[in-house]
């Protein structure tokens, strides 16, 4: 996942491809690699308050 979230040859064929497409395979809804859930945008005035927010929601 890291490979292809970063591009270069790491992880194969997807990702040499762009931005676009690398987190589109990422999110795909078939993936059997990685299945996060829908996508959705959102904005936050504090990303990094959102972010420690989230990490005890949902890890901690």
């Known amino acids: ?3 292809v ?19 589109r395979w990422l999110i795909a809804p078939r993936s059997t690699i990685v299945q996060p859930g829908p996508v959705h ?3 936050t005035a504090d990303p990094a308050a959102e972010a420690q927010r989230l990490l005890d929601l949902l890890v901690r």
């Open 1 to 3: 996942v890291e490979g």
């Open 41 to 43: 945008t959102g904005l």
């Open 5 to 23: 979230c970063a591009g270069g040859d790491a992880a194969g064929q997807a990702a040499q491809d762009d931005p676009g497409r690398r987190f």
